[in-house]
Nanobody, 123 residues
């Protein structure tokens, strides 16, 4: 099972930007994604990218503001977050999907999770 380590979280003012990184312990040919969990809320899907980067998928609330990319040579996935809003405040988790899955947004298809990185957006 691949090990995932996130970095890049922090405190930013509304309208600002952050870039999260997720480094995998080894080469992974699986789709990768980001989920987040705000206080007192369930973990929710944010974005995902196909194993070869050919397709990207986003939850509606972040479309046009967030961008997910991957560098397979570096075994790293990124989440560029622009125009951040206070409601984006959450712990962000990197995810590696099972090789066979049917839905990016359903966490039951996630095979490995990172430890999470805190993103706080102040108003």
């Amino acid at each position: 099972q691949v090990q995932l380590v996130e970095s890049g979280g922090g405190l930013v003012q509304a309208g600002g930007s952050l870039r999260l990184s997720c480094a995998a312990s080894g080469r992974t040919l699986s789709a990768m994604g980001w989920f987040r969990q705000a206080p007192r809320k369930e973990r929710e899907f944010v974005a995902a990218i196909a194993w070869n980067g050919a397709g990207t998928y986003y939850t509606d609330s972040v479309k046009g503001r967030f961008a997910i990319t991957r560098d397979n040579a570096r075994n790293t996935v990124y989440l560029q977050m622009d125009s951040l809003k206070p409601e984006d405040t959450a712990v962000y988790y990197c995810a590696a999907y099972k090789l066979i899955f049917t839905s990016y947004s359903d966490s039951k298809w996630v095979n490995s999770w990172g430890q999470g990185t805190q993103v706080t957006v102040s108003s």
